[in-house]
C-alpha cells in the first residue's frame, strides 16, 4: 500500500472524490477500479507517449505497468468544473523514480461521474533520467 498524501480540500465535492479515489486505484495498480470509473469508449492521451481509445486498450495499458509499484502518492490538488476535472501531484515508484503529473479529466457530461477522456503529463524529477 502506497503512502498516501492528499491535500484537504481534494475530497470536498463528489467529482473531487471520484478523481481522488481514481488517482489512489492508479497508485495501487487497481485496473478493476480503474476500469469502473470510465466510459467503455474512453480516450486516455498519454502526451508523448501514448492515445488509447475504449476500455481494452486502457486494460491492456494498465496491466504493463502494474510492475511499476508506487511507494508514494501526493496529491496537490484537484480542480472541477461542470464535466471537467484534474489532478496534480507526485508520484514516487519503488524502482527509484519520482514523477509530478498533472491529468486532465473530461466526464461524460457535467452530471455524470464516468470519465470519457483523460489527457495525462509527465515529467520525470529525477536528475540525470
Avoid at 488517482?23 to 492521451?45: C, E, H, K, P, Y
Avoid at 508514494?72 to 476535472?85: K, R, S
Avoid at 524502482?95 to 457535467?110: E, K, L, T
Wanted: hydrophobic letters at 45%; a neutral charge; aromatic letters at 4%.
Amino acid at each position: 500500500m502506497p503512502k498516501l498524501t492528499i491535500h484537504p480540500a481534494c475530497g470536498n465535492t463528489p467529482k473531487h472524490r471520484v478523481l481522488r479515489d481514481l488517482n489512489i486505484a492508479f497508485a495501487q495498480s487497481d485496473v478493476a477500479g480503474i476500469l469502473q470509473r470510465l466510459t467503455d469508449d474512453v480516450r486516455w492521451q498519454i502526451v508523448g507517449q501514448a492515445d488509447l481509445r475504449g476500455k481494452a486498450a486502457v486494460r491492456a495499458a494498465l496491466t504493463a505497468m502494474q510492475d511499476t509499484v508506487t511507494i508514494e502518492l501526493v496529491i496537490h490538488a484537484i480542480i472541477t468544473h461542470g464535466a471537467e476535472g484534474a489532478v496534480n501531484g507526485i508520484i514516487t515508484t519503488e524502482q527509484g523514480g519520482a514523477v509530478a503529473f498533472c491529468d486532465v479529466y473530461r466526464f461524460a457530461s457535467a452530471s455524470s461521474t464516468q470519465i470519457s477522456s483523460m489527457t495525462s503529463y509527465a515529467i520525470s524529477l529525477n536528475n540525470g533520467d
